[in-house]
């Protein structure tokens, strides 16, 4: 079996520390998320996805003390539970993700779709309630501003002396208050990074130390030796 470079040695220690610190806070915001809606009596509404991120939570940090093990111990077995384990956890990760974020553009769409229905919204029974959305966040329209009200524009279009917002008309496709969704978590790179260290520690285990031959020469004779009693005889 060989030896594991220190320094690598350290730096999996370093990443699989940062996991677990991650796998505590979504542990403790996961238990600090519970109370909370079983305190405003929503907790059936949230139950399975409290009970996901339990089970992630448990799992990732389970794993962590594994690795830490297998390690701190070099024992293969548990480097290998480790590397499996954190592969299985980073790919549905990374399909829960894609999923999420499909689902949000779906969503997105259906909501436009309908909010669009409504055009114009002068002729709608809740008009009333658009034009206080208007005068709170200080906007006009949904789609192509102050048209989307034909030729009945309300008073909540009209721009006013103390606007927090400048009354300019706004970019086509702006993106000013769209979240940004793009950036991945920390976890998933951290666990990916975790993996690739993994492997290299099982590639050092398995590596055979080289060991110098005895090689035996025929040629080679006896010395001539005397006892240490001779020399004072």
């Not at 079996?1 to 403790?28: D, E, H, P």
């Not at 499909?102 to 658009?130: H, I, V």
């Not at 492997?199 to 006896?222: G, H, N, Q, W």
Request: with cysteine; hydrophobic share 45%.
């Amino acid at each position: 079996m060989g030896k594991v470079n220190a320094c690598l040695k350290r730096t999996y220690f370093v990443v699989i520390s940062l996991i677990a610190i991650i796998a505590v806070l979504l542990l403790g915001l996961t238990l600090f998320s519970h109370g909370h809606f079983h305190k405003e009596e929503e907790i059936e509404e949230v139950l399975t996805t409290l009970h996901v991120m339990y089970a992630i939570a448990i799992v990732i940090l389970v794993l962590t003390i594994i690795g830490g093990f297998g390690a701190y111990k070099e024992k293969k077995w548990a480097l290998i539970v480790f590397t499996v384990g954190m592969i299985m956890g980073s790919l549905y990760m990374i399909v829960s993700s894609i999923g999420g974020l499909a689902s949000q553009l779906q969503f997105k769409n259906e909501m436009r779709k309908n909010f669009l229905a409504k055009l114009p919204l002068n002729n709608q029974s809740e008009s009333d309630g658009f034009m206080d959305v208007q005068s709170e966040f200080q906007c006009c329209g949904l789609d192509q501003g102050y048209q989307d009200w034909n030729y009945y524009i309300p008073e909540s279009c009209l721009c006013v002396e103390d606007s927090t917002n400048p009354c300019v008309a706004a970019p086509r496709n702006s993106s000013l208050f769209e979240d940004r969704v793009g950036e991945e978590p920390i976890m998933i790179y951290s666990q990916v990074l975790s993996v690739v260290l993994g492997i290299v520690i099982l590639c050092r285990l398995d590596r055979k130390e080289e060991t110098p031959t005895v090689v035996y020469s025929p040629e080679a004779k006896a010395g001539n030796y005397a006892s240490l009693t001779e020399d004072y005889t």
